[in-house]
């Protein structure tokens, strides 16, 4: 009997209207362009702006473009995930939120807190759902609204940021194509470097930690950025030698995009030149959940039936991985 695998079968995307630029930034914090050029690769970042819209208006608008592409009936997805640091509240699941508010009746849904690594996490999750022959339409979202746990007056963090959230179906083939393999990996020790201080069980909100500013994103950046180069790098050369993929037969890497300079030293490592790199940091920043999601919506145009896949990420936690993909369908 032939494998079941789980093939892609369809993207969705969203990012909010409002453009922050890094000349607005500038008259935020004390920084420049030229800096936040230089440093990141980030020209400008989507903020979703508005009271009461969590992380979920993101899913929603995600999902309905991903369900209007595919022509699908939402009553026919079987299961939600959602991979997010910023669910709209603690509790419930904005899974459920978004399964509800998109018409998935029949689906179960649940969140993913893998910080950046979080869709990686997400997909191979719906993809053994899939392979088990225990369901037959899976979607996963990666998403965050990270203006909501950003503090605007910190320019290291800041900056780097923005909101927005993409979505792919999963359903199981037989042909060579779909998730083919992935390495997933955690480490706790790295909460130290990145983390928010309170908001959880272990410090709840009070005043106080109002007043010291922990409900933001924690960040000590060269230690991440050293970890991330050499992580996000290693993983995702070991799925190309396990897999015998070489920089020939690499069609694209699409890499977390959380810093320029990390996706130019993954890139470097694999051997593959700028042209196989999808990016679009320059527009959205770092949306944590949402990078390898929304490159994949932005590049799926260009993507043709059978091209290989890497994707690679690193992130809080420490979490990281990297995620073989054989594409499986030529959209026009
Ligand atoms: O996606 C989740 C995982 N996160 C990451 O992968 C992020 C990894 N880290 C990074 O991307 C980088 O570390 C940052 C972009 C966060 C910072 O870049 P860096 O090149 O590592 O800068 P740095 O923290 O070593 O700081 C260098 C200098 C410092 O000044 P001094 O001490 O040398 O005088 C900073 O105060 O740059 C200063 N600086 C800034 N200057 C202008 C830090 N942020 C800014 C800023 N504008 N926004």
């Known amino acids: 009997m032939k494998k079941v695998r789980a093939?892609?079968?369809?993207?969705?995307?969203?990012?909010?209207?409002?453009?922050?630029?890094?000349k607005e930034l500038e008259t935020m914090v004390e920084t420049t362009d030229e800096?936040?050029?230089?440093?990141?690769?980030?020209?400008?970042?989507?903020?979703?702006?508005?009271?009461?819209?969590?992380?979920?208006?993101?899913?929603?608008?995600a999902v309905k473009d991903l369900l209007a592409k595919t022509k699908v009936d939402p009553k026919e997805i079987d299961l939600i995930i959602f991979a997010t640091v910023t669910a709209d509240m603690t509790f419930p699941a904005t899974a459920n939120i978004v399964a509800t508010?998109?018409?998935?009746?029949?689906?179960?849904?649940?969140?993913?807190?893998?910080?950046?690594?979080?869709?990686?996490?997400?997909?191979?999750?719906?993809?053994s759902f899939i392979e088990s022959g225990m369901y037959k339409k899976v979607i996963v979202i990666g998403g965050d609204k990270m203006s909501a746990i950003l503090d605007y007056t910190d320019r290291t963090t800041c900056i780097i940021f923005g909101d927005g959230a993409g979505a792919v179906l999963l359903e199981p083939t037989?042909?060579?194509?779909?998730?083919?393999?992935?390495?997933?990996?955690?480490?706790?020790?790295?909460?130290?470097?990145?983390?928010?201080?309170?908001?959880?069980?272990?410090?709840?909100?009070?005043?106080?930690?109002?007043?010291?500013?922990q409900h933001f994103v924690y960040q000590e950046g060269s230690?991440?950025?050293?970890?991330?180069?050499?992580?996000?790098?290693?993983?995702?050369?070991?799925?190309?030698?396990?897999?015998?993929?070489t920089?020939?037969?690499?069609?694209?890497?699409?890499?977390?995009?959380?810093?320029?300079?990390?996706?130019?030293?993954?890139?470097?490592?694999?051997?593959?030149?700028?042209?196989?790199?999808?990016?679009n940091i320059e527009r959205y920043g770092n949306t944590t959940a949402g990078t390898i999601p929304l490159l994949l919506w932005d590049y799926e145009k260009k993507l043709k039936k059978g091209d290989n896949i890497i994707m690679a990420a690193f992130g809080g936690g420490f979490t990281w991985g990297a995620v073989y993909v054989k594409w499986a369908y030529n959209s026009n």
């Open 101 to 127: 508010a998109v018409g998935a009746t029949n689906a179960w849904s649940y969140d993913m807190g893998a910080a950046c690594s979080g869709f990686l996490f997400g997909l191979t999750t719906g993809a």
């Open 174 to 213: 037989t042909e060579d194509v779909g998730v083919m393999d992935s390495i997933l990996k955690s480490d706790g020790s790295g909460e130290s470097y990145l983390h928010m201080k309170a908001g959880g069980s272990r410090r709840p909100a009070s005043l106080e930690t109002v007043n010291a500013r």
């Open 247 to 279: 920089a020939d037969t690499i069609s694209w890497l699409a890499p977390h995009q959380a810093n320029k300079r990390i996706i130019d030293a993954t890139a470097n490592r694999v051997g593959i030149g700028e042209n196989k790199v999808m990016m």
């Open 35 to 61: 800096w936040i050029t230089t440093r990141t690769g980030i020209k400008e970042r989507r903020i979703l702006k508005g009271d009461n819209l969590g992380v979920s208006v993101l899913g929603i608008n």
């Open 7 to 22: 093939a892609i079968t369809g993207v969705g995307g969203y990012v909010p209207d409002y453009v922050l630029t890094n």
């Open 223 to 245: 230690a991440v950025f050293k970890f991330a180069v050499t992580n996000m790098a290693d993983v995702s050369a070991q799925i190309a030698e396990r897999n015998n993929l």
